[in-house]
């Protein structure tokens, strides 16, 4: 194994704004909506307790592991793991692979989350679900209108991301997550002063027992490991700018924390007024785009259209901030790899994923009956990069780490040569080489529909 080579890049120039930027890319839509949806869905306290065990285990150690590889070799996961050992090239290839698809659709719904801004601006929502749920396939079947929003959306990003590290994405991180967190706060509070509003939280926090089964189990480990943006070379990426006396193992304790804080706040702000409204918390990807913007306009013209306007300006900062990472991912690749400067790879990217994104948009509509084993192309390209590229990656960054890495290295690498404490290190390995490919290999499986 090859050591690292010495290279100029521009890095994170604060602790905080790599805390921000990293809990940024694991914060996203699915904290949002997939988290209140599942667990909703899946028994509330008892999902959201297994939720946070797996979040311990999985979320620390993986990203550790991730950590580590990127800002020991200063490259983005390609080339880190070229450098590393070029048996292990493919996971980085993989983690590319995996952040490109996911921007051929994901900024599809980032843009929905920005015309609903302007849509409850506008006075567009009404109490009753069915109103909005024609709103929504109004929107997602369309031919200009969602191309349109997608191309918003896709612009922002292309900003942020071609002004590089610490005067793009870590200033952007330092004005949004502040600010996606406030509009939180906001809802959670309007959120609790709802009639019946404890009985969503007793539902959400307090574990029913009888309810666990292997279904729930295996909802809330993929929804813990989706969460935290792993396997796909994000956080390998982001570390990559990081200087050498940072804490690391601080670090991937306290990101993933920040997530689950959100998901959790999320959870607290949808399923009281979700409860206390009486609408059904099972329903999906509408819970966000259909439910959430009736239960708002049940509290009057006024009042519903501030905390609509709130909530969907929230969902698009979430939806920023996971996607500026998946883009830097495709970027910072091009950089190292293929020695483009920073402009170009953005603009040339980003250009064939808005192409992309157009086929991903069209195949909600009029494109719709082109599709493979009953998926179109948005629902094939979530399927080939959640269901396997991104497990794959997260299995064999962890085996990489425990059994094929030197063991010495490693350590060194984690405690900074020694001046950072980090007593958990065996028991850490020990994750890496035995546990968690195990849970991930589950979470692989199931997505594939083989359990």
Same mark, same amino acid.
């Given at each position: 194994?090859?050591?690292?080579?010495?290279?100029?890049?521009?890095?994170?120039?604060?602790?905080? $704004?790599?805390?921000?930027?990293?809990?940024?890319?694991?914060?996203?839509?699915?904290?949002?909506?997939?988290?209140?949806?599942?667990?909703?869905?899946?028994?509330?306290?008892?999902?959201?307790?297994?939720?946070?065990?797996?979040?311990?285990?999985?979320?620390?150690?993986?990203?550790?592991?991730?950590?580590?590889?990127?800002?020991?070799?200063?490259? #983005?996961?390609?080339?880190?793991?070229?450098?590393?050992?070029?048996?292990? &090239? @493919?996971?980085?290839?993989?983690?590319?692979?995996?952040?490109?698809?996911?921007?051929?659709?994901?900024?599809?719904?980032?843009?929905?989350?920005?015309?609903?801004?302007?849509?409850?601006?506008?006075?567009?929502?009404?109490?009753?679900?069915?109103?909005?749920?024609?709103?929504?396939?109004?929107? +997602? !079947?369309?031919?200009?209108?969602?191309?349109?929003?997608?191309?918003?959306?896709?612009?922002?990003?292309?900003?942020?991301?071609? !002004?590089?590290?610490?005067?793009?994405?870590?200033?952007?991180?330092?004005?949004?997550?502040?600010? =996606?967190?406030?509009?939180?706060?906001?809802?959670?509070?309007?959120?609790? &002063?709802?009639?019946?509003?404890?009985?969503?939280?007793?539902?959400?926090?307090?574990?029913?027992?009888?309810?666990?089964?292997?279904?729930?189990?295996?909802?809330?480990?993929?929804?813990?490991?989706? #969460?935290?943006?792993?396997?796909?070379?994000?956080?390998?990426?982001?570390? #990559?700018?990081?200087?050498?006396?940072?804490?690391?193992?601080?670090?991937? +304790?306290?990101?993933? %924390?920040?997530?689950?804080?959100?998901?959790?706040?999320?959870?607290?702000?949808?399923?009281? /007024?979700?409860?206390?409204?009486?609408?059904? =918390?099972?329903?999906?990807?509408?819970?966000?785009?259909? &439910?959430?913007?009736?239960?708002?306009?049940?509290?009057?013209?006024?009042?519903?259209?501030?905390?609509?306007? %709130?909530?969907?300006?929230?969902? +698009?900062?979430? /939806?920023?901030?996971?996607?500026?990472?998946?883009?830097?991912?495709?970027? #910072?690749?091009?950089?190292?790899?293929?020695?483009?400067?920073?402009?170009?790879?953005?603009?040339? +990217?980003?250009?064939?994923?808005?192409?992309?994104?157009?086929?991903?948009?069209?195949?909600?509509?009029?494109?719709?009956?082109?599709?493979?084993?009953?998926?179109?192309?948005?629902?094939?390209?979530?399927?080939?990069?959640?269901?396997?590229?991104?497990?794959?990656?997260?299995?064999?960054?962890?085996?990489?780490? $425990?059994?094929?890495?030197?063991?010495?290295?490693?350590?060194?690498?984690?405690?900074?040569?020694?001046?950072?404490?980090?007593?958990? @290190?065996?028991?850490?390995?020990?994750?890496?080489?035995?546990?968690?490919?195990?849970?991930?290999?589950?979470?692989?499986?199931?997505? %594939?529909? %083989?359990?």
């Amino acid at each position: 194994m090859q050591e690292p080579k010495a290279s100029h890049r521009d890095q994170f120039v604060s602790k905080i $704004g790599f805390i921000l930027a990293a809990t940024g890319s694991a914060v996203g839509l699915g904290n949002i909506w997939r988290f209140p949806f599942l667990a909703g869905k899946n028994g509330g306290g008892v999902f959201v307790l297994f939720y946070l065990v797996c979040v311990v285990v999985l979320g620390f150690g993986l990203m550790l592991a991730e950590f580590i590889i990127g800002r020991h070799t200063q490259l #983005s996961s390609v080339d880190a793991f070229k450098e590393l050992d070029k048996r292990f &090239t @493919f996971v980085g290839v993989m983690g590319v692979l995996a952040a490109f698809i996911i921007m051929g659709y994901y900024p599809v719904v980032g843009g929905w989350s920005v015309a609903y801004v302007f849509k409850i601006i506008l006075g567009e929502f009404s109490t009753d679900a069915v109103i909005m749920g024609e709103i929504f396939d109004s929107l +997602t !079947k369309g031919v200009g209108s969602p191309i349109f929003w997608t191309a918003v959306y896709m612009i922002v990003n292309i900003v942020i991301v071609a !002004k590089g590290i610490s005067t793009g994405i870590e200033n952007a991180s330092k004005v949004m997550l502040p600010m =996606l967190f406030g509009l939180l706060i906001i809802l959670v509070i309007r959120s609790l &002063t709802l009639p019946n509003a404890m009985e969503g939280l007793k539902y959400l926090f307090v574990p029913d027992f009888s309810k666990i089964s292997g279904e729930v189990m295996m909802a809330a480990l993929g929804q813990a490991f989706f #969460s935290l943006s792993l396997g796909m070379g994000c956080m390998i990426t982001y570390a #990559s700018y990081l200087g050498k006396n940072e804490n690391l193992v601080e670090n991937a +304790t306290v990101v993933p %924390i920040l997530d689950t804080l959100v998901a959790l706040l999320a959870g607290v702000v949808i399923i009281p /007024a979700t409860v206390s409204f009486g609408f059904d =918390l099972g329903s999906g990807p509408g819970l966000v785009f259909v &439910t959430v913007p009736a239960i708002f306009a049940t509290m009057g013209p006024v009042i519903g259209r501030i905390f609509g306007i %709130i909530f969907f300006s929230m969902v +698009t900062l979430a /939806a920023l901030t996971s996607s500026i990472s998946l883009l830097e991912v495709v970027v #910072s690749y091009l950089i190292d790899n293929r020695n483009w400067d920073r402009k170009r790879a953005v603009v040339i +990217t980003s250009i064939i994923l808005f192409a992309i994104c157009i086929a991903s948009s069209l195949s909600m509509g009029i494109w719709s009956k082109y599709t493979v084993k009953g998926m179109n192309i948005f629902s094939l390209l979530d399927w080939i990069a959640n269901n396997v590229l991104l497990p794959l990656g997260g299995i064999f960054i962890t085996l990489f780490v $425990g059994w094929f890495w030197d063991r010495d290295k490693v350590k060194t690498e984690v405690t900074n040569n020694g001046t950072v404490k980090f007593s958990l @290190f065996n028991a850490w390995i020990f994750l890496c080489r035995f546990v968690i490919p195990i849970i991930i290999a589950l979470v692989l499986l199931s997505g %594939i529909g %083989i359990i």
